[in-house]
């Protein structure tokens, strides 16, 4: 059973306008969730986390929410570049996660067009 | 400061060959994870190695194993492999495992089992 889930296997955004990418999990044990981007034949790279003790944390053109009630999380990138086409991986980790392993999504493919 | 490098990265085997991938982290960071990212199945967690010592393990059949060693460095093996195992191999390096979650990964190495 997934844990983590991205429901949006690609998403399409003009330059400018803002991208809003969506993630869902299922632990309720999770108490780290971090997003990661990756472009084709390069690891992924890290771009934001948040701790479950806050609900919103921003770092530039990126900002991540939390509502842990519906225990989802989605990333906002406004305003969106072309360089930001790629794929963006939300991960989760927590209490019951020995060690740092993290849990990923599918990944969600944005396309960002000028 | 020098990411994470793998080694090599690219590789193709035949099925019951066996394969031997590398990892060297990030200089400082004690812990190495190992992932394996399919199209089908996004990333998956393998296994994580702290001070020489498997932390943690994910769902993988045994003929997945790994090691570090006292440099950090760190080896994986997949025996008796299989046409299912062709995928990208990524290793993640992060400090100290339970001190920040913030994983670096590297390029992957690209494993075809022909």
């Known amino acids: 059973d997934q844990q983590v889930k991205q429901n949006s296997p690609s998403l399409s955004v003009q330059e400018g306008r803002i991208s809003i990418l969506n993630c869902d999990y299922t632990?309720?044990?999770?108490?780290?969730f971090l997003w990661y981007k990756k472009y084709p034949a390069e690891g992924p790279t890290f771009l934001i986390s948040?701790?479950?003790?806050?609900d919103k944390n921003e770092d530039g053109r990126f900002t991540v929410f939390l509502n842990k009630s519906a225990k989802h999380l989605s990333l906002h990138i406004v305003p969106s570049q072309p360089g930001d086409s790629a794929v963006y991986f939300c991960?989760?980790?927590?209490?019951?996660?020995?060690?740092?392993?993290?849990?990923f999504g599918k990944g969600t493919t944005l396309s960002v067009s000028s | 400061k020098a990411g994470v490098t793998q080694t090599p990265r690219y590789l193709i085997k035949t099925r019951g060959q066996q394969v031997t991938l590398s990892c060297s982290p990030i200089?400082?960071?004690?812990?190495v994870s190992w992932y394996q990212q399919t199209p089908g199945q996004g990333l998956q967690f393998l296994f994580e190695?702290?001070?020489?010592?498997?932390?943690n393990k994910g769902n993988f059949p045994g003929r997945f194993s790994g090691r570090q060693f006292s440099n950090s460095r760190s080896e994986m093996n997949v025996s008796t492999l299989e046409l299912g195992d062709s995928a990208l191999y990524l290793c993640?390096?992060?400090?100290?495992?339970?001190?920040?979650?913030?994983?670096?990964f590297g390029p992957g190495t690209r494993l075809t089992v022909t």
């Open positions: 993640a390096s992060s400090l100290d495992p339970g001190s920040t979650y913030e994983q670096y």
């Open positions: 632990n309720s044990m999770f108490d780290y």
């Open positions: 948040i701790s479950s003790i806050k």
């Open positions: 991960a989760a980790s927590g209490l019951d996660q020995a060690g740092t392993a993290l849990i």
């Open positions: 200089s400082g960071h004690r812990s």
């Open positions: 190695y702290f001070s020489e010592t498997q932390r």
